[in-house]
């Protein structure tokens, strides 16, 4: 079954299906990293149905975004709302293997991930397919996400993606030896006293050594509720001036 939302009221509108993986908070806190800016080439490795272009493209409507996915379904959801939301000359969907993408090399200033958390034989794949592609490294691995990440984006680009804190060692040597370096880092946690649960990192192609450690960006607030900072990246609160 189809499911229809708003990022915000008037806003543009993206689809999930029950049988493919489900929007979730990480997709949303990624697309608050990045530095937008009009006239951006942003390419999103593995973008399912078209959701963290659809957020980049509605905190800024002057770049320009192609989505790459290797699952039909997936493809034929983020095409309907490329349409729903008339971003055909903003944004387009390419269905193919991103290890093999046609895509010209150097031909992205920014690429974006939301890359499968877990190796295959680390127990936490699930039985479909679909899922499982999203979930795990049944499809690619993370060397072949930041290869290809690599290849398509310009000397000097950036490269932001999402991932689990117990991963950092993987993804910091990972990208490095495929000539990444990290550059900017900030946590994700529940409260002040919870340990991180996921791990935003930009990093630039081609970079000098040097880490920046961003503050944690915290979901919730003292008194129970959405954090101000989530409740922007959210679109329920205007960004600050």
């Not at 659809?54 to 379904?73: A, D, P, S």
């Not at 984006?153 to 950036?158: I, L, N, S």
């Amino acid at each position: 079954m189809e499911h229809w939302e708003e990022l915000k009221p008037g806003g543009f509108r993206f689809v999930w299906a029950d049988d493919l993986f489900r929007p979730g908070t990480d997709t949303f806190l990624l697309s608050s990293l990045p530095r937008l800016k009009p006239g951006l080439r942003v390419c999103d490795l593995g973008c399912g149905t078209g959701l963290l272009g659809l957020l980049l493209l509605q905190r800024e409507t002057g770049i320009f975004v192609t989505g790459v996915e290797i699952q039909t379904e997936a493809v034929q959801l983020a095409e309907e709302a490329v349409r729903e939301n008339g971003l055909q000359d903003r944004f387009t969907i390419r269905l193919e293997d991103l290890r093999e993408s046609a895509l010209p090399a150097g031909s992205f200033d920014l690429a974006v991930c939301n890359p499968p958390y877990y190796p295959l034989q680390s127990g936490c794949a699930t039985a479909d397919a679909a899922r499982r592609a999203a979930r795990s490294e049944s499809v690619c691995t993370l060397a072949d996400v930041c290869r290809t990440a690599a290849r398509l984006v310009r000397w000097g680009g950036a490269f932001c993606l999402v991932h689990k804190p117990e991963r950092l060692a993987d993804l910091f040597c990972t990208l490095r030896e495929t000539g990444w370096e990290a550059k900017r880092l900030r946590f994700v946690s529940q409260t002040p006293e919870s340990v991180p649960s996921l791990a935003l990192l930009e990093a630039r192609r081609g970079g000098k050594p040097g880490l920046t450690m961003g503050p944690p960006l915290l979901l919730q607030a003292s008194d129970g509720k959405p954090s101000s900072e989530l409740e922007r990246i959210y679109f329920r609160q205007e960004a600050p001036l």
